[in-house]
């Protein structure tokens, strides 16, 4: 596996790496973009939420973002213990019990609680002893898959008719349940040593997950994508939507450079172009419009659009988490930060990076042999 070490600032050279595009994040991990090899995990801390103690690395920064606007699954989630996935879960319950009366009716509480009682069949498979591991192990996989279906139902089910901002934050909370379920399924291969089977069940899931985070991301976007390039959107958001619409012509296993041009995504688009009732304040019925008291104003379409294109670079943060898990049982590393340093030490910090030494070293030597740029 090589020599192993775990830091908790990110070292220049990979951040020069990330910069340069010699090295990419995959969800939870850092590889070199020509060999795919594994360079640096990334794992959670106790603290998940401020990191201006950890210095000001735009690789922490990208980390938590996400975790403050949507919900996003665990980095190295293969690894995580069971604790700290059941933490997670009871967490994204609490945050579902605020979307508000109405919205939370579509929510159904008993696929919630049988997704519970699957991961108490899943806890004696992660920490049992091999008799107790062989009578979970079937029951655990069965509840877990059944949860993961159920889950993708309702997310499909949350999407139908007319779209409204909190059917796409609920729909956002179902996709990552499910998201959880198979993970955690893929776990209990792994605890019961069927590598191959879990690398097996991997490869199968990601399509899967790769076309509702797309039909997610489609929606969170509009009917009319083309409202993020009129000038209330700042070049921030804009450069962010070319960055999403590039995604979506990807392909469920390819995580390099999008197919789509942005002369295709202008293509695409252009036909909403100088169309100005797309741009106009909504009004329900002729006497809103006479007392001009619209139904959705211009401006606040311009904040629920900035508020969904958050959501859409979160989830598909959540995809790329998937496709880090891959790549590490693909690559049979499977890398755990408590087996490196103390709970006390790891406590201490929001974000632990485990380094793989020896690519790190070749990574510097192939720097340094490069004649400086003139």
């Not at 995580?80 to 009871?90: D, K, P, Q, Y």
């Not at 909504?282 to 619209?294: C, E, S």
């Amino acid at each position: 596996m090589g020599n192993l070490s775990v830091l908790f600032s990110v070292p220049t050279i990979i951040e020069s790496g990330l910069s340069t595009g010699q090295l990419q994040r995959v969800g939870g991990v850092i590889v070199d973009s020509s060999s795919k090899s594994i360079v640096m995990w990334l794992r959670e801390g106790a603290i998940m939420a401020d990191v201006a103690n950890e210095g000001t690395s735009a690789l922490f920064s990208t980390m938590t973002q996400f975790s403050k606007i949507a919900p996003v699954i665990n980095l190295g989630m293969m690894v995580a213990g069971f604790v700290h996935i059941n933490n997670r879960l009871n967490q994204l319950s609490r945050d579902i019990e605020q979307l508000g009366a109405s919205i939370l009716a579509e929510f159904s509480r008993d696929r919630d609680t049988q997704f519970k009682v699957a991961l108490e069949a899943v806890h004696d498979v992660f920490e049992g002893d091999d008799n107790t591991r062989h009578h979970a192990m079937r029951s655990a996989v069965d509840g877990l898959r059944e949860a993961r279906e159920n889950f993708l139902k309702d997310f499909e089910a949350v999407l139908q008719g007319d779209i409204t901002p909190q059917k796409i934050e609920l729909a956002q909370y179902v996709l990552s349940y499910a998201m959880y379920a198979e993970t955690t399924r893929i776990r209990c291969y792994v605890a019961n040593n069927q590598h191959d089977l879990a690398r097996k069940k991997m490869k199968e899931s990601l399509p899967i997950f790769h076309e509702a985070t797309q039909r997610f991301v489609k929606v969170c976007m509009g009917e009319h994508p083309a409202l993020f390039l009129h000038k209330d959107f700042n070049n921030d958001y804009v450069e962010r939507f070319f960055h999403i619409q590039g995604w979506l012509s990807t392909q469920a296993e390819e995580w390099t450079v999008p197919d789509m041009t942005m002369l295709d995504i202008l293509h695409h688009i252009r036909q909403d172009f100088w169309n100005n009732d797309l741009i106009s304040d909504k009004f329900g019925n002729i006497f809103q419009q006479i007392v001009n008291q619209p139904t959705i104003s211009w401006k606040e379409r311009v904040h629920r659009l900035v508020s969904q294109l958050n959501y859409a670079e979160a989830m598909i943060e959540n995809y790329h988490r998937l496709q880090g898990f891959d790549l590490e049982l693909r690559a049979q590393r499977l890398v755990s930060v408590e087996e490196l340093v103390s709970e006390d030490e790891l406590a201490r910090h929001s974000m632990a990076l485990i380094v793989d030494d020896d690519f790190l070293q070749q990574l510097t030597w192939q720097n340094l042999s490069k004649p400086p740029r003139q």
